[in-house]
Every structure is written in structure tokens, then in C-alpha cells.
């Protein structure tokens, strides 16, 4: 894919560019995201570093990005917005951006270009999916599975379809407590092709369909709401799988040693970035602007991927993809975006999400009630 293409580039450190003096900028600034080893990434890759050089600031994390649409709607009604930087997926930021709780952007204005002058429009290419939207990372969603639970005799799973195969693979599932995916592999495991998994859903006959399919597991789901949620779960031997975000996974598996495979078909990819909340002060905007332009620069994208397995969103980033922070091994064989990786790849779409989200969260959230 052309998202996912690696360029060659000069690696140099690219200094933060402040839109504004800092006594005219805010001294602290509410950052929200997922927790779990992806914040961590965060907080080491680009927020530690900002603190460093701004020791004035105080930085303070809120781990709500999974819940960021409803409360951002929420605090928009109350005009109390509390937020200064909210870390979305893509389809939540179009939503964002359509109901003017996100404020546009200039990309090439606020972000900064790569090292040998590309603009940053350029540099992040066609991942720029919203006037909001300012991405870091590419991602998948994909699912774990204990490797010594798998029964004698039988091989272990490489099948996204294995998560419906309660007899030959017994135990209980962990899944998102969201439709977003589950509702596709459904689908996917219900025989609908590839290409048409979208067409299906978008109908009231193909949500059904995908329900009755998670039907089938249903009793054997525990639903999960934290990304850091499935890797626990596994680590404790509660479920035989589950599905979670690939740089949980790598973190269990790399970094602590589990005894948890890695099960890559049907991955969904997907994006995750910034927007920021429309109508903010003047101070706290202005040091927005100066993090963001320093924390999504070409150095500080791929510094994240030493601490997890994510690709980062810049071009110019992918060469100085290097070894991991503390293991000393080599990132690239871990991203989603590996050849060996991405044989079965499920792209993800973020426009029919934020057209359907909320309707069909709502038929979701009625089925796992009854």
C-alpha cells in the first residue's frame, strides 16, 4: 500500500517551532488518550522530552479517548471544554470535525515539514482523512491467543474465524465492547467476501446478520472497553483469546514473556491522531500548537515506534524506525505494516463508520443488553 511505502531520508532533530512567546502560552495542558502501553509510548517518545525543554509545563493525562465523542459532546453543551489535545481513530475525528467539536487545520502551517523541506500535506499524504485530523500512528486491531491452551492434537489458530470455532478451540473470547470490527470479522466468518462486507452492513438485514453471528459466541465473550483489557486477560489465562490492539500484543508478548501467539489474518488497520477541541482560550491553544508541532514532527513519530509496534504516520519517518528502546530488537519485523504480516490485511473504513457509528452502536449496545 502507498500509505505504507518507505522513503529514504536524513535523519535530523527537528526543534519545535513555538507559534507564540511563552508567556503568552498556557503552563498546563490536558492530554487525553488510551493508557496502557500505547500512552506510555506517548509520554516517553514525545511528552517527556517536550517537558524537558518547557519545565514550566505540567502535563496532565486523561485515559477517555474511548469515550472522547460523547463527552466532547457533552462538555461542548455544558461550554466547559476541559481538554487541550484528544488522541481519536480516524472515524471518530470525522465525526468531530463534522459536528464542530474539532477544530480545523493547516497542516502545513502547523505541523512541521520533514527534514529535507517536504510539507508536512505531503509527508503524511493521504492518512490526512479529516481538516481535523492529525495523525501519528498506523495501527491494527487483531487478536491473541494463549499458545499453551491450545488443545492437544490440534494445531494452533491462524484463522480470524477461529474466534467463532468454539469446539475445535474452547475457552472464552475477549472483544471490544464496541460494534467497530467484531461486526465485520462476523461478517467475514458468515461468508460474506472481503469486498462486500461494507454494502452488507450498511443494510438493517446485514446488522442482523452480524449480530446472530456473534450470537454464536456471545456466552462466551467478555466484553472489554480498555485496550490494556485483553492482554490482562490473557496473561491471567481468563480467556483463550481475544482481540486488542497489535501494540498490546507486542507488549505482552516482546516485553513480558507471555505465552501468547500473535494472530495477524484479517488485522484491521486503522489510524490514530490528534484533534484538538474547538474554541479554546487563546493561551491554552497557543501551547497546543507548540506540543503538537513538536510532538508530531518526522524524529519524535518514529522515536515513538522504539516503544511500541506501531508505524508511524509520516513518510519521512519509516527509515528511522530502529531497534526497540530497552530490548534492543529490531521494530520493523513487528509493525502491522510488514510484508509477513499483512498477508490478509481488513482496511478499515472510516467514512461508512462515521456515517453508521452511532446508529448501529445503538442496535450494539441493545443486543448485548437482551
Given at each position: ?21 511563552a508567556?503568552d502560552m498556557?503552563s498546563d495542558?490536558?492530554l ?8 506510555a509510548?506517548?509520554?516517553n517518545?514525545?511528552?517527556?522530552p ?6 514550566e509545563?505540567?502535563?496532565?493525562w ?6 472522547a465523542v460523547?463527552?466532547l459532546r457533552?462538555?461542548n ?5 476541559t481538554?487541550?489535545l484528544?488522541?481519536?481513530?480516524a ?9 464542530g467539536?474539532?477544530m480545523?487545520?493547516d497542516a502545513n502551517?502547523?505541523?512541521a515539514?520533514?527534514p ?11 492518512l490526512?482523512?479529516?481538516?481535523c485530523?492529525?495523525p501519528q500512528i498506523?495501527?491494527s486491531?487483531?487478536?491473541g491467543f494463549r ?5 492437544e ?8 474465524c477461529?474466534l467463532f470455532?468454539?469446539?475445535?478451540y474452547p475457552g472464552?473470547?475477549?472483544l471490544e465492547?464496541?460494534p467497530?470490527?467484531?461486526m465485520?470479522?462476523a461478517l ?6 472481503k469486498d462486500?462486507v461494507y454494502d452488507?452492513?450498511?443494510t ?7 449480530l446472530?453471528?456473534?450470537a ?10 480498555a485496550?490494556a483489557d485483553t ?10 483469546m481475544g ?5 498490546r500484543?507486542?507488549?505482552a508478548?516482546?516485553?513480558q ?6 494472530l495477524?489474518d484479517a488485522?484491521v488497520?486503522?489510524l490514530?491522531?490528534?484533534i484538538?477541541?474547538a474554541g479554546?482560550?487563546e493561551d491554552?491553544l497557543?501551547?497546543?500548537?507548540d506540543?503538537?508541532?513538536f510532538?508530531t514532527?518526522t524524529?519524535?513519530l ?6 511500541i ?5 509520516r513518510?519521512s519517518?519509516a527509515?528511522l524506525v530502529?531497534k526497540?528502546a530497552?530490548?534492543g ?8 505494516t510488514d510484508?509477513a504480516?499483512?498477508?490478509?490485511t481488513?482496511?478499515?473504513?472510516y467514512?461508512f ?5 452511532d446508529?448501529?452502536d445503538a442496535?450494539?449496545?441493545?443486543w448485548?443488553?437482551?
Amino acid at each position: 500500500m502507498q500509505l505504507f511505502k518507505t522513503l529514504s531520508a536524513t535523519a535530523v532533530l527537528v526543534a519545535a517551532s513555538g507559534t507564540a512567546f511563552a508567556a503568552d502560552m498556557a503552563s498546563d495542558m490536558t492530554l487525553v488518550s488510551w493508557g496502557g502501553a500505547y500512552q506510555a509510548s506517548q509520554v516517553n517518545a514525545y511528552a517527556e522530552p517536550y517537558k524537558a525543554m518547557h519545565p514550566e509545563v505540567t502535563i496532565t493525562w486523561d485515559e477517555s479517548s474511548n469515550e472522547a465523542v460523547a463527552k466532547l459532546r457533552a462538555m461542548n453543551e455544558a461550554n466547559n471544554v476541559t481538554w487541550d489535545l484528544v488522541d481519536v481513530v480516524a472515524s471518530d475525528a470525522l465525526r468531530l470535525c463534522d459536528e464542530g467539536l474539532a477544530m480545523e487545520i493547516d497542516a502545513n502551517e502547523l505541523l512541521a515539514p520533514a527534514p529535507d523541506g517536504t510539507s508536512a500535506e505531503d509527508d503524511f499524504g493521504d492518512l490526512l482523512v479529516s481538516d481535523c485530523y492529525i495523525p501519528q500512528i498506523v495501527y491494527s486491531t487483531t487478536v491473541g491467543f494463549r499458545t499453551d491452551m491450545v488443545p492437544e492434537g490440534t494445531d494452533a489458530p491462524t484463522d480470524i474465524c477461529a474466534l467463532f470455532d468454539t469446539e475445535t478451540y474452547p475457552g472464552m473470547r475477549s472483544l471490544e465492547k464496541r460494534p467497530i470490527n467484531n461486526m465485520e470479522w462476523a461478517l467475514l466468518c458468515d461468508g460474506v467476501a472481503k469486498d462486500e462486507v461494507y454494502d452488507v452492513l450498511g443494510t438493517p438485514e446485514g446488522q442482523q446478520q452480524a449480530l446472530d453471528k456473534l450470537a454464536t459466541i456471545k456466552d462466551d465473550v467478555i466484553w472489554w472497553s480498555a485496550g490494556a483489557d485483553t492482554p490482562q486477560l490473557l496473561a491471567d489465562g481468563e480467556v483463550f483469546m481475544g482481540s486488542t490492539y497489535n501494540g498490546r500484543l507486542f507488549s505482552a508478548i516482546v516485553e513480558q514473556d507471555q505465552p501468547i501467539g500473535m494472530l495477524w489474518d484479517a488485522q484491521v488497520f486503522d489510524l490514530d491522531g490528534w484533534i484538538i477541541p474547538a474554541g479554546l482560550p487563546e493561551d491554552r491553544l497557543a501551547r497546543v500548537k507548540d506540543f503538537v508541532r513538536f510532538a508530531t514532527d518526522t524524529q519524535r513519530l518514529a522515536d515513538q515506534s522504539k516503544y511500541i509496534s506501531y508505524g508511524p504516520a509520516r513518510k519521512s519517518s519509516a527509515p528511522l524506525v530502529g531497534k526497540h528502546a530497552t530490548l534492543g530488537i529490531d521494530m520493523a519485523p513487528h509493525m502491522p505494516t510488514d510484508p509477513a504480516n499483512s498477508k490478509n490485511t481488513f482496511l478499515y473504513n472510516y467514512e461508512f463508520w462515521a456515517d453508521y457509528r452511532d446508529d448501529i452502536d445503538a442496535k450494539f449496545q441493545a443486543w448485548l443488553a437482551q
